[in-house]
Nanobody, 121 residues
Framework: VQLQASGGGLVQAGGSLRLSCAAS????????MGWFRQAPGKEREFVAN????????YYADSVKGRFTISRDNAKNTVYLQMNSLKPEDTAVYYC???????????????WGQGTLVTVSS
Protein backbone atom coordinates (compact mmCIF):
# COMPACT_ATOMS: atom_id res chain seq x y z
CA VAL A 1 0.00 0.00 0.00
CA GLN A 2 1.30 3.44 -0.92
CA LEU A 3 -0.09 6.45 0.91
CA GLN A 4 -0.12 10.08 -0.20
CA ALA A 5 -1.14 12.73 2.30
CA SER A 6 -2.25 16.22 1.33
CA GLY A 7 -4.20 19.20 2.56
CA GLY A 8 -1.80 20.79 5.00
CA GLY A 9 -1.17 24.50 5.12
CA LEU A 10 -1.16 27.64 7.22
CA VAL A 11 -4.27 28.52 9.16
CA GLN A 12 -5.11 30.88 11.98
CA ALA A 13 -6.05 29.62 15.41
CA GLY A 14 -9.71 28.66 15.46
CA GLY A 15 -9.69 27.78 11.80
CA SER A 16 -10.18 24.48 10.01
CA LEU A 17 -8.34 22.22 7.61
CA ARG A 18 -9.14 18.89 6.04
CA LEU A 19 -6.34 16.45 5.38
CA SER A 20 -6.66 13.68 2.85
CA CYS A 21 -4.69 10.49 2.41
CA ALA A 22 -5.04 8.61 -0.84
CA ALA A 23 -4.03 4.98 -0.92
CA SER A 24 -3.01 2.84 -3.83
CA UNK A 25 -3.92 -0.79 -4.16
CA UNK A 26 -7.11 -2.76 -3.93
CA UNK A 27 -6.76 -3.79 -0.29
CA UNK A 28 -7.37 -0.38 1.30
CA UNK A 29 -10.55 -1.53 3.03
CA UNK A 30 -8.64 -4.29 4.83
CA UNK A 31 -6.49 -1.83 6.78
CA UNK A 32 -7.07 0.20 9.89
CA MET A 33 -6.11 3.75 8.98
CA GLY A 34 -4.51 6.17 11.37
CA TRP A 35 -3.27 9.72 11.57
CA PHE A 36 -0.19 10.68 13.55
CA ARG A 37 1.61 13.96 13.97
CA GLN A 38 5.08 15.10 14.87
CA ALA A 39 5.84 18.57 16.12
CA PRO A 40 9.36 20.02 15.95
CA GLY A 41 11.55 18.49 18.62
CA LYS A 42 8.87 16.07 19.75
CA GLU A 43 8.11 12.42 19.21
CA ARG A 44 5.50 11.27 16.76
CA GLU A 45 2.13 10.96 18.47
CA PHE A 46 -1.11 9.23 17.71
CA VAL A 47 -4.02 11.43 16.62
CA ALA A 48 -6.85 9.15 15.48
CA ASN A 49 -7.68 5.88 13.81
CA UNK A 50 -10.62 4.35 12.03
CA UNK A 51 -11.56 0.74 11.56
CA UNK A 52 -12.10 -1.08 8.33
CA UNK A 53 -15.79 -0.29 7.90
CA UNK A 54 -15.42 3.29 9.04
CA UNK A 55 -17.99 2.97 11.79
CA UNK A 56 -15.61 2.91 14.76
CA UNK A 57 -13.11 5.64 15.46
CA TYR A 58 -10.72 6.50 18.26
CA TYR A 59 -9.06 9.80 19.13
CA ALA A 60 -6.29 11.12 21.27
CA ASP A 61 -7.63 13.19 24.14
CA SER A 62 -5.88 16.27 22.80
CA VAL A 63 -8.01 16.30 19.63
CA LYS A 64 -11.24 14.71 20.80
CA GLY A 65 -14.23 16.85 19.91
CA ARG A 66 -12.24 18.94 17.42
CA PHE A 67 -10.97 16.43 14.87
CA THR A 68 -12.95 13.88 12.89
CA ILE A 69 -11.48 10.95 11.01
CA SER A 70 -13.43 9.34 8.19
CA ARG A 71 -12.79 7.08 5.23
CA ASP A 72 -14.23 6.39 1.82
CA ASN A 73 -13.28 2.86 0.84
CA ALA A 74 -14.65 3.36 -2.67
CA LYS A 75 -12.15 6.18 -3.16
CA ASN A 76 -9.33 4.56 -1.17
CA THR A 77 -9.09 7.72 0.88
CA VAL A 78 -9.03 8.60 4.56
CA TYR A 79 -9.69 12.11 5.83
CA LEU A 80 -8.95 14.13 8.92
CA GLN A 81 -11.23 17.10 9.44
CA MET A 82 -9.59 19.47 11.89
CA ASN A 83 -11.67 22.22 13.48
CA SER A 84 -10.94 24.76 16.20
CA LEU A 85 -7.26 24.46 15.48
CA LYS A 86 -4.76 25.59 18.09
CA PRO A 87 -1.11 26.62 17.75
CA GLU A 88 -0.17 23.41 19.56
CA ASP A 89 -1.67 21.44 16.66
CA THR A 90 1.23 22.62 14.51
CA ALA A 91 3.03 19.53 13.23
CA VAL A 92 3.71 17.34 10.28
CA TYR A 93 0.74 15.03 9.94
CA TYR A 94 1.17 11.47 8.67
CA CYS A 95 -1.35 8.91 7.59
CA UNK A 96 -0.58 5.26 8.17
CA UNK A 97 -2.08 1.82 7.66
CA UNK A 98 -2.14 -1.11 10.06
CA UNK A 99 -3.57 -4.61 9.93
CA UNK A 100 -5.07 -4.35 13.40
CA UNK A 101 -6.54 -1.74 15.72
CA UNK A 102 -3.54 -0.12 17.38
CA UNK A 103 -2.39 3.33 18.41
CA UNK A 104 1.38 2.89 18.55
CA UNK A 105 3.32 4.08 15.54
CA UNK A 106 5.57 1.03 15.41
CA UNK A 107 2.53 -1.14 14.69
CA UNK A 108 1.62 0.74 11.52
CA UNK A 109 3.19 -0.90 8.52
CA UNK A 110 2.66 1.69 5.79
CA TRP A 111 3.21 5.44 6.01
CA GLY A 112 2.53 8.47 3.89
CA GLN A 113 5.09 11.20 3.41
CA GLY A 114 3.52 13.73 5.77
CA THR A 115 1.86 17.08 5.26
CA LEU A 116 2.69 20.19 7.29
CA VAL A 117 0.02 21.96 9.30
CA THR A 118 0.92 25.32 10.79
CA VAL A 119 -1.49 27.10 13.10
CA SER A 120 -0.71 30.72 13.84
CA SER A 121 -1.85 32.48 16.99
Amino acid sequence: VQLQASGGGLVQAGGSLRLSCAASGRTFSSYVMGWFRQAPGKEREFVANIRWSGTITYYADSVKGRFTISRDNAKNTVYLQMNSLKPEDTAVYYCAAASRVVTTSRDYRYWGQGTLVTVSS
